[in-house]
């Protein structure tokens, strides 16, 4: 038997509080080594203009990881929202270029904020169709969105005809107006990354300060407890993923007006890259605990990577490479933590 002075016990808890410290603060530290060292390594990197085009690229990739979150955060996942933002971009796009025809009569050009409801609105309802299949056939996460993701896909062709837009059947190009969305700054910062902070603002303001937030918690932390306080776990799943489904549109529409063009193979592989940067960004990926500031930074750390890579002139077959693996180190770090803190 042991006995632990007063001393040596408020060292240990000091140190313990430090570790947690270190261990919650790891992806911001392991954001700004990666800068710090990129600001060496190449002239290029640390400019207004390239800061501006992280920025810029990384804003979409952010919205679909604020959807992520709350998807990881009652245990599922979506691999469904590349797919929707195709979807919805596609919509968005076709409306904008080519005049409305109905049953013969020619309605002309819609406004630019109908073009612009009619792809949140797609988005929306491709999110209410993934969380209705998941909660009332009690289909994982999983394999649910990877079907819808092939529907989505799918329908995203039929929409473009295959086509990039606007294209030989487009009438006329993106309105500048709607372009400025994804190209414009506002005082020197791309108003991109304005409408990613009102999505982060507004993501957090939900799980921290409403019944449907403390739900998504409840959810993916304990089910069995969250259905004996009395949470619909189908419910939640249907709110969860109407959220993240709209939130894919928006991503859609802001890479449609920085391109100024759509496809239907618009942001193919970005659902990994979304559940990446939730990950990196320190949420459980079993749910119940997380948040959306973490994958912010997460989503911050994959588009710095990736800039950097590119600045370095690192072949894209090899950055591939090293985005997954540092994907896969930081869920064996993620692992490891959680079992060293369940062991104080």
């Known amino acids: 038997m042991t006995n ?10 000091s140190r313990l509080a430090l570790r947690d410290i270190l261990f919650k603060a790891g ?3 392991a954001l700004i080594a990666l800068i710090a060292y990129l ?8 400019t207004h203009t390239n800061f501006a085009n992280i920025g810029r690229q990384t804003a979409p990739l952010a919205i679909l990881a604020i959807g992520q979150t709350f ?3 009652t245990g599922g996942i979506d691999l469904s929202v590349a797919a929707i933002a195709a979807f919805a971009s596609a919509t968005t796009a076709v409306l904008m270029t080519s005049p409305l025809v109905l049953f013969g009569v020619d309605f002309g050009y819609l406004p630019i904020p109908v073009c612009l409801a009619a792809g949140l609105m797609v988005g929306l309802l491709a999110g209410l169709l993934n969380g209705w299949i998941i909660a009332t056939f009690k289909i994982p996460d999983f394999i649910a969105t990877l079907g819808t993701m092939q529907v989505f896909r799918g329908v995203a062709l039929l929409t473009t005809q295959g086509q990039s837009v606007p294209g030989p059947s487009s009438t006329r190009e993106m309105p500048a107006s709607f372009t400025w969305l994804g190209t414009a700054n506002v ?20 799980l921290k300060f409403t019944a449907l937030g403390r739900a998504v918690y409840a959810v993916g932390g304990n089910r069995e407890a969250a259905r004996v306080c009395g949470i619909s776990i189908g419910r939640t799943k249907i709110y969860v993923y109407a959220i993240s489904g709209l939130l894919a549109s928006i991503a859609g529409i802001l890479l449609v007006a920085r391109l100024s063009a759509a496809n239907a193979l618009l942001a193919e592989g970005e659902e990994l890259r979304s559940i990446a940067s939730v990950v990196i960004g320190g949420t459980n990926l079993f749910g119940g605990e997380g948040g959306v500031i973490g994958s912010l930074i997460g989503a911050m750390l994959v588009g710095v990577l990736g800039n950097g890579l590119n600045l370095l002139g690192v072949s894209p077959f090899y950055q591939r490479i090293a985005q997954g693996v540092v994907v896969v180190l930081v869920v064996i770090f993620d692992q490891w933590r959680r079992r060293s803190l369940n062991k104080k």
């Open 27 to 29: 992806p911001l530290i």
């Open 187 to 206: 005082a020197g910062i791309p108003a991109s990354i304005f409408i990613a902070l009102i999505c982060a603002g507004i993501a957090i303001y939900v």
């Open 4 to 13: 632990s002075s007063p001393t040596s016990t408020k060292a240990d808890r």
């Open 71 to 73: 998807a990881i955060l």
């Open 39 to 46: 600001s060496f390594a190449s002239p290029k990197f640390a």
